[in-house]
Nanobody, 119 residues
Framework: QVQLVESGGGLVQAGGSLKLSCAASGSIFSINVMGWYRQAPGKQRELVADITSGGSTNYADFQKGRFTISRDNAKNTVYLQMNSLKREDTAVYYC?????????????WGQGTQVAVSS
């Protein structure tokens, strides 16, 4: 069984910062891509950023250099540093991992962590 557990969400004022963490645990052989998605009320879930095991990153345009994704492969953990937060960044943030359990490959999701940005 595989679990992804997010932490670090909360309430922050506009212009502030938060750092999200997501740790994957369980019978994991290897993790290819880890990423962060978000879903605001009434909207579809969207990609925020992802990162490969080799460190290549991909960001959504909306973050405009405000967010930084990083990863600790030894700890199976991915981070999202969010700076200059805006009210429109308010959403539930989900961690995602594309990983192998033995020869079986699958996509796994965390339970989500709420980020609320106040003006």
């Amino acid at each position: 069984q595989v679990q992804l557990v997010e932490s670090g969400g909360g309430l922050v004022q506009a212009g502030g910062s938060l750092k999200l963490s997501c740790a994957a645990s369980g019978s994991i052989f290897s993790i290819n891509v880890m990423g962060w998605y978000r879903q605001a009320p009434g909207k579809q879930r969207e990609l925020v950023a992802d990162i490969t095991s080799g460190g290549s990153t991909n960001y959504a345009d909306f973050q405009k250099g405000r967010f930084t994704i990083s990863r600790d492969n030894a700890k199976n953990t991915v981070y999202l540093q969010m700076n200059s937060l805006k009210r429109e960044d308010t959403a539930v943030y989900y961690c995602n991992a594309d990983l192998f359990r033995g020869f079986s490959r699958g996509i796994y999701w965390g339970q989500g962590t709420q980020v609320a940005v106040s003006s």
